[in-house]
């Protein structure tokens, strides 16, 4: 099945992973006063949460990491002390009107999607995809959607003196987010497992899920297959990173499931059906 081969994969690569994410340029490591740790310190850091985490957590971050957005996030997310430096401290945090602040003390080590070796990103169409490459942001969000709240937290870094740096945090209703429609629907068809909201049969492109993973067709298969291309089923939150996307009232939602350690990914393609969404294609790569 597939998704006994995704996890033997990313088991294999993330014994050799050394830095998830970053290039392989070899360069002097920025921030490496700050993240040399004793062994107790590094403990903490490493908190359990995987075998690459621990060697991220051990090792410096190297300067070009901070050109790429991906490069550093995948860094911050696994080294407590690289976190901790690059917070803007007090941090303001905004709830509708109100707005409070956080001090670096009540700061708790966040590993994001870390844990669960994946992470999701929405998209209206392939194009937007290229956003992520590109060296020339000034501004991400990292967002958390919570599916049964209906809320969204947005995690707002901007790109200042060449490092990347957590400025504030934003919780929103779905309501004020242009995806709100399919937010809601979303909270739906992961909490029903897709009943009566995919296409059958549904349209497949990818490895062979019978035959041979490096060979590629265009096929169909049955609607209650879908959930067995992706790591899992999400069951509360998602999560997004806005690289500059600007979503409009298109009738076209990607969902991408990408794998951290691996890259293994799988597209999600939905189009309005009427007045609600509808699951029309999986494309794994």
Request: with cysteine; hydrophobic share 35%.
């Amino acid at each position: 099945m597939r998704k006994a081969f995704l996890l033997i994969v990313c088991v294999c690569v993330a014994m050799i992973t050394v830095t998830t994410g970053c290039s392989n340029k070899k360069v002097e490591g920025a921030d490496s006063a700050k993240t040399d740790s004793t062994a107790e310190e590094e403990a903490d850091t490493i908190d359990s949460v995987d075998s690459a985490t621990g060697v991220i957590a051990a090792t410096p971050m190297p300067k070009a990491a901070d050109q790429l957005f991906d490069d550093f996030f995948f860094n911050f997310i696994a080294n407590k002390k690289l976190q901790m430096n690059r917070i803007k401290f007090p941090l303001p945090i905004v709830n509708g009107t109100k707005t409070t602040e956080l001090s670096r003390k009540k700061w708790k080590m966040d590993y994001f999607f870390r844990k669960q070796g994946y992470y999701t990103l929405i998209f209206d169409n392939e194009k937007q995809m290229e956003y992520s490459k590109s060296t020339d942001l000034d501004s991400v969000i990292v967002e958390k959607i919570h599916l049964r709240k209906g809320t969204i937290e947005q995690y707002w870094f901007d790109h200042q003196d060449g490092s990347w740096k957590l400025n504030q945090i934003r919780t929103i209703p779905f309501k004020e987010s242009y995806n709100a429609s399919f937010y809601s629907f979303l909270s739906r068809f992961f909490a029903n497992g897709g009943k009566g909201a995919v296409k059958s049969p549904l349209a497949y492109h990818g490895a062979d899920p019978n035959g041979e993973e490096t060979n590629i067709i265009n096929t169909t298969i049955p609607a209650d297959e879908w959930s067995s291309f992706l790591p899992e089923i999400p069951n509360d939150m998602i999560y997004n990173i806005l690289y500059g996307q600007k979503y409009s009232a298109s009738n076209r939602r990607i969902i991408t499931f990408r794998g951290l350690a691996n890259g293994v990914e799988t597209q999600l393609i939905f189009n309005l059906n009427g007045k609600d969404w509808r699951l029309e294609k999986i494309v794994a790569y």
